[in-house]
């Protein structure tokens, strides 16, 4: 083995050498810190203790003042029925701002089912589609109404 290869062997021993001590470093340096924000490392802990919150569990099937409180879908014949089925893709927000009649919540979903990969509802469709067109109509929202009793006023330059 020549100077210039003991030499190269010699730095990259050096360099793993300074690897592992920049790393100690920053290990010992970390812990030490945390001591600091937390002396007693209560996030290691895992006792009972009253320092620890209960998660509380939600009911996903919880309905309140007639609405499902996990989608905010109305109560009513066939909610489960489209929770399972559409919202497994988007949100029920996106459902309930469409308001559609019966024949384009028909044709948006053989759409979805030609284009979106969406399965065959089998008499499921029926059911949803009744769900939607009864309890999210189409609604006319034409333009808003005239303002009246202004009073107006010049702008000065």
């Not at 050498?17 to 030490?32: E, P």
């Not at 019966?102 to 009744?130: C, H, P, S, Y």
Request: glycine fraction near 6%.
């Amino acid at each position: 083995m020549g100077k210039e290869e003991k030499f190269k062997e010699y730095v990259r021993a050096v360099y793993h050498m300074m690897l592992l001590v920049y790393s100690l470093i920053a290990i010992v340096g970390g812990v030490l810190i945390y001591a600091m924000i937390d002396p007693d490392f209560s996030a290691f802990k895992n006792d009972d203790s009253e320092t620890y919150v209960a998660v509380e569990e939600i009911d996903e099937d919880l309905i309140e003042n007639g609405i499902h409180v996990r989608t905010g879908f109305i109560d009513a014949e066939g909610l489960m029925t489209v929770i399972n089925n559409c919202t497994n893709c988007h949100s029920s927000k996106l459902v309930t701002q469409n308001r559609m009649s019966k024949e384009r919540w028909n044709a948006t979903i053989r759409w979805m089912q030609e284009t979106q990969n969406l399965w065959d509802l089998g008499n499921n469709q029926e059911i949803i589609v009744n769900y939607l067109v009864t309890n999210y109509p189409v609604e006319d929202k034409g333009r808003r109404a005239s303002l009246t009793n202004i009073e107006w006023y010049e702008l000065e330059d």
